[in-house]
């Protein structure tokens, strides 16, 4: 009787084999949870991500100055808010868009990129706090939204940004 009981146990590999199913299965809603997007309206992301900034630094920027700093046109897309710094001699800026499609993701982030990599030519050499400011900002790709923050708060930005979507 022992040993037909003994036969009807699983193995160490049948236990094993459930384990890595169950953890596979954890780890693809947390994937699905922290990489998806949002079905929220891009006011009410714009609102939470704007309630949360230090606005004795950084001041609601127009289209124009969209257009200046990163060559996009707000038109292109579903929202745009964007904050800067007034101080040329403050890099502080932050960004949040939600785009039409997919497609133009790759186009903002290479704008970003460009952004990033001109005002750390303009200001290495004679102002390294601000260029540690470049070299720490945040970058945040969420469904069609994308947000990048250059700031010593930037990550308080970034977790108002993750938690309002």
């Known amino acids: 009787m022992t040993e037909e009981i003994r036969k009807n146990r699983p193995g160490i590999s049948e236990i094993a084999k459930y384990i890595v ?19 929220k309206p891009f006011e009410d992301v714009a609102a939470a991500v704007s309630g949360s900034l ?9 289209d124009r100055m969209l257009k ?5 046109n707000s038109a ?33 982030s290479d704008a970003i990129d460009e952004r990033i990599d ?7 050499g004679y102002a390294p706090d601000q260029v540690r400011l470049l070299e720490d900002a945040q970058q945040s790709v ?10 010593s708060r930037a990550t308080e930005y970034r977790n108002a940004f ?3 979507l």
């Not at 693809?28 to 997007?37: I, K, M, P």
């Not at 969420?142 to 700031?151: E, L």
């Open 21 to 39: 199913s169950v953890l596979i299965i954890i780890y693809v809603v947390l994937l699905l949870l922290f990489a998806s997007g949002s079905s």
């Open 162 to 164: 993750d938690t309002s």
């Open 76 to 108: 292109d897309y579903d929202g745009v808010m964007y904050y800067a710094s007034t101080s040329s001699m403050s890099v502080e800026e932050v960004l949040l868009i939600r785009v039409d499609s997919r497609d133009q993701i790759q186009q903002i």
């Open 118 to 124: 001109a005002r750390m030519d303009a200001f290495e």
């Open 142 to 151: 969420r469904g069609r939204y994308i947000f990048f923050a250059v700031s």
């Open 54 to 62: 230090d606005t004795e630094t950084l001041t609601r920027m127009d």
């Open 68 to 72: 200046r700093n990163f060559g996009l």
